[in-house]
C-alpha cells in the first residue's frame, strides 16, 4: 500500500490555493489509505521565515492549521495528523541528510532564490529547508506526496537525496513522487501579482476561514481581463482571475453562462463576481461550520495532535534506529 506524506506550514492563513492544490487531495489519500497517510503542521520550516519568530503567535497558527484541516475533512482518527515539532526524529534525519546535500544544490531552487531576495539577513535554515522536507517525506518511507507544482524542485531534491543515501548505505528509501490537483496547480492570488501565497499577504489570499464579507471586498477590487474597459467590450474568461476561481468553485451549468457572457458581453464583471461569491459560500460556509465548533473544544484539537505525533513517531523510531545502523552511529 502506499505511503502518503504531506506539511502544511503554520506561516498565515490556510487559504483556496493550499485548500484546492493540496489539502483535498489530502482529505482524498486520508480516506483511501487512512492510518497510511501522514499530515504535518511543519513549524520546523514554519521558523525559517523571520515573520514567525513570535512564539505565541507561531503556536496559535499550528493550532489553526490544525483547525483549518480538520475542518476541511481529514479526520485525525483516521489519519495521522500531528505537529511537527513533535516529532524529534525528524531533526535526527534532517542533520544526516544536510551531511549528504552539496550546498550548490540548494542554493539553485527557485523557492530560495525567491524568499532569501526579499531578506536582509538570510536564515540558513531557508537554504536547508528542502532538506528538512526531504527528511519528513523519507522519515515515513513515504512514497506519495500530494503537493501544489511549486513543490516540484523540492520533490526531485528528495528522490535525489533518497539515491544518494541508497547509493551509499544501501537500499532504505523510495524515491516518492509528486501528486497534484490537475486543475489547481497554482492558483493565482486575488490581487493578480502572481501565485497566491500565505507569506505574500491577506492582499493576495482568499482565506479558507476568513469572514465571507472580508472575501467579498476582495473578490470585488480583484483584477479582471483587462480588454473589459467597458461593460459593452468582450472579454477573454480564461485570461481572467476570476474565470479561474470559477472553476474551483462553480458548477458546470454556472461556469458555461459566465464564459459565454463573458466572450459576448453578456454578463458584467459586478454580476459575474456575485455568482462566484455564491459559490465560495456553498464551498466555505460549512467548513467554517465545523472551524467554529473545533475552536469550542481546543483541548480536543492539542489531544488529537498528540495522539498523532505518537502515530508519527511509532512509525518513525524504528526507521531512524535503521538508519543510524547504516550510517555507522553507535547504538544508544
Ligand atoms: P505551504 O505551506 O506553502 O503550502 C501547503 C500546500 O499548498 C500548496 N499551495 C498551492 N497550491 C496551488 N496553488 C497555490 N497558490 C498554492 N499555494 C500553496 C503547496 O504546494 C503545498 O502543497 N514546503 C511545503 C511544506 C512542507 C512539505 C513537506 C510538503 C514541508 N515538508 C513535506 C510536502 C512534503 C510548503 O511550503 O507548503
New binding site residues.
Given amino acids: 500500500m502506499p505511503r502518503v506524506?504531506?506539511?502544511?506550514?503554520p506561516?498565515g492563513d490556510p487559504?483556496i490555493?493550499?485548500l484546492?492544490?493540496?489539502?483535498k487531495n489530502y482529505v482524498r489519500l486520508g480516506e483511501q489509505y487512512g492510518k497510511n497517510s501522514l499530515y504535518?503542521v511543519?513549524d520546523l520550516?514554519a521558523i525559517t521565515n523571520p515573520a514567525s519568530h513570535d512564539p505565541s503567535r507561531l503556536a496559535e497558527r499550528t493550532f489553526e492549521m490544525a483547525v483549518a484541516n480538520f475542518a476541511v475533512g481529514l479526520d485525525p482518527d483516521k489519519v495521522v495528523f500531528f505537529a511537527?515539532s513533535q516529532v524529534p526524529e525528524h531533526f535526527e534525519l534532517n542533520w544526516i541528510f544536510t551531511s549528504l546535500t552539496p550546498v550548490g544544490e540548494l542554493e539553485r531552487m527557485t523557492q530560495y532564490k525567491d524568499k532569501s531576495a526579499e531578506l536582509e539577513s538570510v536564515p540558513a535554515g531557508l537554504l536547508m529547508?528542502p532538506v528538512?522536507?526531504a527528511a519528513?517525506?523519507l522519515l515515513y518511507k513515504a512514497d506519495t506526496?500530494?503537493?501544489?507544482?511549486?513543490?516540484t524542485q523540492?520533490?526531485e531534491l528528495t528522490r535525489e537525496i533518497a539515491r544518494k543515501f541508497n547509493h551509499l548505505y544501501g537500499e532504505t528509501f523510495p524515491e516518492p513522487q509528486a501528486v497534484y490537483?490537475k486543475d489547481?496547480?497554482?492558483?493565482?492570488?486575488v490581487d493578480g501579482h502572481g501565485?497566491?501565497?500565505?507569506s505574500k499577504g491577506e492582499t493576495s489570499t482568499l482565506g479558507i476561514l476568513e469572514p465571507l464579507d472580508s472575501i467579498w471586498q476582495k473578490i470585488r477590487v480583484a483584477p479582471t481581463d483587462p480588454a473589459r474597459v467597458r461593460r459593452t467590450d468582450p472579454g477573454d474568461p480564461d485570461k481572467c482571475l476570476i474565470g479561474d476561481y470559477h472553476k474551483l468553485f462553480s458548477d458546470l451549468p454556472t461556469i458555461e453562462t459566465v464564459y459565454q457572457g463573458c466572450r459576448t458581453a453578456g454578463i458584467g464583471c459586478v454580476d459575474c463576481k456575485k455568482l462566484l461569491m455564491e459559490g465560495v459560500r456553498r464551498e466555505l460556509t460549512p467548513i467554517q461550520e465545523r472551524a467554529a465548533d473545533l475552536r469550542a473544544d481546543p483541548d480536543r484539537v492539542r489531544g488529537a495532535l498528540e495522539q498523532g505525533a505518537k502515530e508519527a513517531r511509532a512509525i518513525a523510531r524504528p526507521v531512524i534506529e535503521e538508519v543510524r545502523e547504516k550510517v555507522g552511529f553507535l547504538k544508544r
Fill in positions: 506524506f504531506s506539511g502544511i506550514q506561516t487559504h490555493g493550499n484546492f492544490g493540496a489539502m504535518c511543519v520550516h511537527q529547508y528538512l522536507m519528513d517525506i506526496v500530494p503537493v501544489g507544482e511549486d513543490q523540492h520533490i490537483a489547481a496547480l497554482r492558483i493565482p492570488g501565485k497566491m501565497g500565505k
